[in-house]
């Protein structure tokens, strides 16, 4: 039976593709979720793939996702530098956490180079775009497989 990975997108990613194309290029947030389906499918994972502004829904499903899920994959966006609140949903998820950012944030605004997620993700994949969330479904297959043996 395939393990169901959660990827949770923050706020501003609906936008891929168009907005600040020479930071994020041009893949669009359903490009990158028709390639993590596909990877997916050949690491035989199922994907969960959301997206959402709002800080309490994505609360919400990481919450959900307790019981649920077999991992979460999340680019948590501008919230990863302010919400203790989503660092704390995450902490309590109880399964492994891969942190994915399409620029590396580490070569951006001061403000950007922190990451609460950091300080409970199992692994942290920034820099690489949109690729990088196959790398991160890639880590996740191994941790999930290790986990249930």
Not at 93 to 109: G, L
Request: hydrophobic share 45%.
């Amino acid at each position: 039976m395939a393990r169901t990975i959660l990827v949770i997108n923050g706020p501003n990613l609906n936008l891929l593709g168009a907005r600040e194309p020479h930071i994020y290029g041009r893949a669009t947030l359903d490009d990158i979720k028709v390639a993590c389906v596909g990877r997916a499918k050949e690491r035989d994972l199922t994907i969960d793939f959301r997206q959402s502004n709002a800080e309490g829904e994505i609360i919400g499903w990481i919450q959900a996702a307790r019981g649920n899920s077999d991992g979460i994959i999340i680019n948590a966006a501008g919230y990863t530098h302010t919400s203790i609140a989503i660092m704390d949903a995450l902490s309590a998820a109880d399964q492994p956490v891969i942190e994915v950012h399409i620029s590396n944030i580490f070569k951006r605004e001061d403000f950007r180079h922190h990451s609460y997620i950091s300080a409970v993700a199992t692994g942290v994949i920034c820099g690489l775009g949109p690729h990088g969330y196959l790398l991160a479904i890639d880590a996740m297959a191994d941790l999930v497989t290790k986990a249930k043996a």
